[in-house]
């Protein structure tokens, strides 16, 4: 690649970090497609995105973790190769990820010089490393008892004592992993005057995030990422919340699926103040109401992590609910186990289709009828009919356009694509009345993208009523009869698509309730 | 276009063939062989002598033939049964004890039951699956209820089955017979099983075994709860998601697991000792030994037959070099636990395909 040291720039603001036309591929992906960031010195810098946008990709290839496969690094103007972490901190680049790199048993300061090489010999020397991080810690705002052990700690203290470990080491550029999806609003506060101080200091912070408050609180430039694309830099000041949202979700329709009007049928599924708990025990979903009818999509759009997969949970049978009910007539679904449910009728396409919907290491004929096996079309007498389940799954893979060798090919060996029309085939199967596809074409492919879109759509047209969560607001936009906003497990409104427009729906994901919006 | 230098690559291989895992054990025993080689080096003893000696033990006789069966018997039987449990994810570190408590119950019933002689083998065997069972069912409820971890409650359940026999033996069920030694009395002779005429080859475990061997793999490959054991065992969260109880499952596998193991435990008192006495000297570490069987069978059942026949003539080489070459019978464990370093490290070679050498150019 030709040198281009001194990148023409228009601006007298020296420049921290420049990553151009950076390429990172992962197996059957493009996490990065020539992405171009430039960070100027003493800036917070937000990188917006969806989950998947190739955020922390970028920032991993920027901190020595990966190599990118095409591109170039340059840092304060100088090209560089940025070959692991180490070389990262050597030239003062540290990095806090989202789950943090400590020892538990160790306490702070010893955290914080582990792997250097302080001290005389084989001994280290606390007394002086003790002065260096209550220095920092007073500067920076950052307190935290050095002589403490880690496990003892809350969650936002041993961020402090990463970002503390990152300060000792010289860090004059600190990249921020979405910091604030571990903390209390009140550990947000003080985290964000930390990094107030830390620019003013002189330090340029990168800050990874996806959630447009932050944004507009924290940062002063900002770049959207996109399907592995930047899509766009902007000051801060200079935009709004709904343009960050239109950017991040992407306003362009690619896709054109034909859509016939619908046909509402009865009512299927009405839910009823919906409450239940996370993997942690806190408030996922608190009081959801909507209902779903036979024949219609019902769109659930929202910024990740505010109780969509929850609720797909509990609708499955997969996570209880704490309060509520969900009535699939004649039956309360938050009482029936998944397998009940699946019985009742109900179709589940997981948001994780590799790690739940399907066993890689078992045959396509077996993933297939993963939920059909004690059926007696595929099972007599306890055993099992393997003829029966071959035929299945020679229709499932022509009707679905499973690409593989054969039946017996184990389903690990299948491109994303083949795998969710495994899953659909699979879910479709038995006619279902009641959907919930979530995340239904992430990561797929163009093609594979809109076969599953059609899929969806031919199912509505059938009578099926579908709840599909996706935060691919284009998705929710094309498929949809009615948008539900969801925001920190709440509906912030549903809207019939016709009257929906991008901006509503993007401040009501922020948080905004519909009467305040149209209002 | 660059070019990314990658000293070695590792690509993941979702379905490895029969061929290959075959290959790759058959290499991990080769250096499990050398490493022992050098062992014997170490006591000046020449390495290829010592395997020529131990092959010509094992095989070059009738004796030494029947001897390497009889010593596979309670292997077989019990691998049989951890490779069911492993399937199903549970690490069923406890066959020692399982197959122990199976012999406390066969000499139970064989001692004070009196049970009329056609009936009192069967009964036998039936008490000793019961007992194997309940002692692996323990564990299995303790980790799908409450997630306590499987390889420390069955290991320490060990101790208390050993413990328990010592007590048995030393206490209520001393024999009045034995002169004070503790050992139970001799069983009565309709609690002796036929043996394979002038050998010490129990018929009815080796039997059981070899049945079990065929009956599990059609179990585990062709019926349904076969099924749901391999998706419980390959992805529980799969498992969950298709509405499989993964507690089942597991008190199901463990069933079949602990029994087994408690069959063996009745077939070497039954068949061998016609007492229970030291338990150290019944158990002879089959327990632990069978995991390496199991390990090595691949996950499959019928192979278990082949693997816990190396393993008897392993166990057989042990007697032979202590023999013929004056050389510690414990040189056996070294040269299991040889075989098992080498069979996990193995492992990654088995799921991962490693390469050396500069990566293509993706673009």
């Known amino acids: 690649m030709e040198k281009r040291g001194g990148m023409a720039t228009n601006n007298s603001v020296p420049l921290a970090v420049q990553l151009s036309g950076i390429v990172k591929r992962f197996p059957g992906v493009i996490a990065n497609d020539g992405v171009n960031l430039i960070v100027r010195r003493g800036e917070i810098h937000c990188l917006l995105g969806e989950n998947g946008a190739g955020k922390t990709t970028l920032m991993r290839i920027l901190y020595g973790l990966y190599q990118p496969d095409e591109g170039e690094v340059l840092l304060h103007g100088q090209p560089i190769r940025i070959g692991s972490p180490k070389a990262a901190l050597a030239n003062h680049i540290g990095m806090v990820h989202q789950h943090f790199h ?17 001290g005389t010999g084989p001994f280290l020397q606390f007394k002086k490393t003790r ?56 550990e947000v506060d003080g985290l964000f005057g930390t990094l107030r ?24 430039r900002v770049t959207v990422l996109r399907k592995g694309k930047a899509v766009a830099t902007v000051n801060t000041p200079e935009t709004s919340k709904a343009e960050l949202a239109r950017l991040m979700v992407g306003r362009e329709v690619i896709f054109n699926v034909e859509k016939k009007p619908p046909k509402l049928g009865e009512k299927i599924l009405d839910v009823v103040d919906l409450h239940a708990l996370n993997d942690r025990g806190l408030p996922a979903l608190r009081g959801m109401t909507f209902d779903l009818y ?192 969801i925001y920190e497990g709440q509906v912030m409104g549903i809207v019939p698509a016709e009257e929906a427009n991008l901006e509503e729906i993007g401040l009501m994901m922020a948080g905004s309730h519909r009467e305040e919006v149209t209002s | 276009m660059m070019k990314t230098p990658a000293w070695i690559q590792i690509d993941r291989r979702p379905s490895p063939s029969g061929l290959t895992v075959f290959a790759i054990s058959v290499i991990a025993i080769l250096f499990a062989l050398v490493m022992a080689g050098l062992f014997f080096e170490f006591y ?193 969260d799969a498992a969950k998601y298709a509405g499989i109880s993964q507690t089942k499952i597991t008190v199901l596998a463990m069933v079949i697991s602990g029994g087994l193991a408690g069959v063996a435990g009745v077939g070497e008192v039954a068949g061998i000792h016609h007492m229970l006495f030291n338990p150290s000297s019944i158990a002879l570490s089959y327990g632990y030994t069978a995991i390496i069987v199991a390990w090595l069978a691949r996950r499959n059942p019928l192979a278990v037959i082949l693997t816990s026949f190396l393993f008897g003539v392993i166990m057989r080489g042990g007697d032979v070099i202590k023999i013929s070459l004056g050389l510690p019978f414990q040189l056996v464990n070294v040269f299991n636990g040889l075989i ?19 990566k293509k150019e993706t673009a």
């Not at chain 1, 400590?102 to 302080?118: A, Q």
């Not at chain 1, 579908?466 to 948008?483: A, G, M, P």
């Not at chain 2, 390495?47 to 094992?58: E, F, S």
């Open chain 1, 294 to 485: 036979g024949g219609e999509i019902l769109g659930v759009a929202g910024v990740s992590g505010n109780g969509q997969h929850e609720l797909s949970e509990v609708l499955t049978g997969l996570r209880k609910a704490t309060e509520g009910r969900a009535i699939l007539e004649p039956h309360d679904l938050t009482e029936c186990s998944a397998r009940t449910i699946a019985d009742l009728g109900v179709a589940h396409v997981p948001t994780e289709r590799i790690r739940v919907g399907t066993v890689p290491t078992m045959s396509i004929r077996e993933n297939l009828i993963l939920k059909s096996y004690r059926s007696s079309a595929f099972c007599k007498w306890s055993i099992l009919n393997e003829k029966a389940a071959y035929e299945n799954a020679c229709k499932a893979m022509k009707e679905y356009e499973i690409l593989a060798p054969h039946d017996g090919t184990a389903v690990g060996n299948l491109s994303g694509g083949n795998i969710q029309r495994l899953v659909l085939a699979r879910e479709l199967s038995g006619s279902p009345k009641f959907v919930v596809a979530a995340h239904p074409t992430y990561g797929l492919d163009v093609g594979a993208t809109e076969q599953v879109r059609e899929v969806l759509l031919k199912q509505r047209d059938r009578g099926a009523g579908i709840l599909l969560i996706s935060e691919d607001l284009d998705e929710v936009f094309q498929l949809s009869d009615r948008v539900l906003v």
């Open chain 2, 340 to 358: 098992l370093f080498f069979l996990i490290g193995s492992e990654i070679f088995v799921r991962y395909r490693v390469r050396f050498g500069t």
């Open chain 1, 197 to 220: 101080t830390l620019v003013a200091a002189g330090l340029t912070v990168i800050f990874i995030t996806h959630k447009l408050n932050e944004v507009m609180e924290i940062s002063d």
């Open chain 1, 131 to 186: 002065q260096k991080i209550r220095r920092l810690a007073e500067e920076y705002g950052l307190q935290v008892d050095p002589g403490a052990k880690v496990w003892q700690l809350t969650v936002g203290q041993q961020q402090r004592v990463e970002i503390l470990k990152a300060l000792y080491r010289d860090a004059d550029i600190l990249i921020m992993d979405e910091p604030t999806s571990v903390l209390t609003p009140q």
């Open chain 1, 102 to 118: 400590l020892v538990p048993t160790l306490t702070v300061e010893e955290n914080i010089v582990l792997g250097l090489n302080e």
């Open chain 2, 44 to 236: 000046g003893v020449s390495a290829l002598r010592a395997y020529g000696y131990i092959i010509k033990g094992a095989f070059g006789s009738r004796l030494g033939l029947t001897e390497t069966v009889r010593g596979m018997i309670p292997l077989l039987v019990i691998g049989v049964g951890l490779v069911v449990a492993f399937r199903a994810l549970f690490w069923n570190i406890g066959a020692e004890g399982q197959l122990l408590m199976g012999a406390v119950a066969a000499s139970g019933i064989a001692l004070f039951s009196g049970i009329p002689s056609p009936w009192l083998i069967p009964a036998m065997f039936l008490g000793g699956f019961a007992a194997g069972a309940l002692w692996g069912v323990g564990p299995a409820i303790l980790k799908a209820k409450l997630g306590i971890n499987d390889v420390i409650t069955t290991l320490m359940l060990n101790y208390v089955a050993i413990y328990t026999v010592h007590w048995l033996i030393l206490g209520p069920w001393k024999g009045l017979t034995q002169r004070g030694f503790p050992y139970t009395d001799r069983f009565p002779t309709a609690a002796f099983l036929p043996m394979l005429g002038g050998t010490r080859i129990h018929l009815p475990t080796l039997a059981i075994g070899l049945v079990a061997a065929a009956v599990m793999y059609f179990v585990v490959k062709k019926t349904r709860v076969g099924f749901e054991i391999r998706v419980v065992g390959e992805n529980p």
